[in-house]
């Protein structure tokens, strides 16, 4: 079974970037449709990017403009760069399949957006 280890996530000022990674532990096909989710406390988990068949990007309203998902193939790792980010950006960060069935969820890695 596939296994997720995301990463990169740590604490930035608002207007700073980071960039995630999610690292997997099995061959992903390059058309399968992989994101990124968050949670924030007290709220539920939601997809905020994904990237599909020939890498075709998706994004939340709440994101658009300031992520960017990417895929390694060949190292199956995907990549959430964040940029002008903001405090409501503060959450745990996953990746997983779309739908969220790919792998159990990962630990996440933890992004807070404060100054």
């Known amino acids: 079974q596939v296994q997720v280890v995301e990463s990169g996530g740590g604490l930035v000022q608002p207007g700073g970037s980071l960039r995630l990674s999610c690292a997997a532990s099995g061959s992903i096909a390059s058309n399968y449709a992989m994101g990124w989710y968050r949670q924030a406390p007290g709220k539920q988990r939601k997809l905020v990017a994904f990237i599909g068949s020939g890498d075709n990007t998706h994004y939340g309203d709440s994101v658009k403009g300031r992520f960017t998902i990417s895929r390694d193939n060949v190292n199956n790792i995907v990549y959430l760069q964040m940029n002008n980010l903001k405090p409501e950006d503060t959450a745990v960060y996953y990746c997983?399949?779309?739908?969220?069935?790919?792998?159990?969820w990962g630990q996440g890695t933890q992004v807070t957006v404060s100054s």
């Open positions: 997983n399949g779309v739908p969220p069935t790919l792998t159990p």
